[in-house]
């Protein structure tokens, strides 16, 4: 069963900066692409980054420039480096990967890391 774990989520101040893991249980070349969803109080899951199996990368326009993904294929992991964070940043990030085979697209969640930014 493929499972997607996040960690480093916590509390930081304005300005700071956090990196997001999400560990797959197996190989991230499993999936056609990997991403960062974030749900805030009171709003939409919204996608943050996204990067492909041809590490093609894509950002949210409120996070460009501040946050990068990448990922580490040896240990299967998938980071997102969190820079000059806000307070808007504040929400639960969801590790997401997608697998698409005989062309029905699988979505795969992790539980959730909770990130916030205050002072």
């Known amino acids: 069963q493929v499972r997607l774990v996040e960690s480093g989520g916590g509390l930081v101040q304005p300005g700071g900066s956090l990196r997001l893991s999400c560990a797959a249980s197996g190989s991230i070349f499993s999936f056609n692409a990997m991403g960062w969803y974030r749900r805030a109080p009171g709003k939409e899951r919204e996608l943050v980054a996204a990067i492909t199996r041809g590490e093609s990368t894509n950002y949210a326009d409120s996070v460009k420039g501040r946050f990068t993904i990448s990922r580490e294929n040896a240990k299967n992991t998938v980071y997102l480096q969190m820079n000059s964070l806000v307070p808007e940043d504040t929400a639960v990030y969801y590790c997401?990967?997608?697998?698409?085979?005989?062309?029905?697209?699988?979505?795969?969640w992790g539980q959730g890391t909770q990130v916030t930014v205050s002072s």
């Open positions: 997401n990967g997608i697998i698409i085979s005989s062309s029905v697209t699988t979505n795969y």
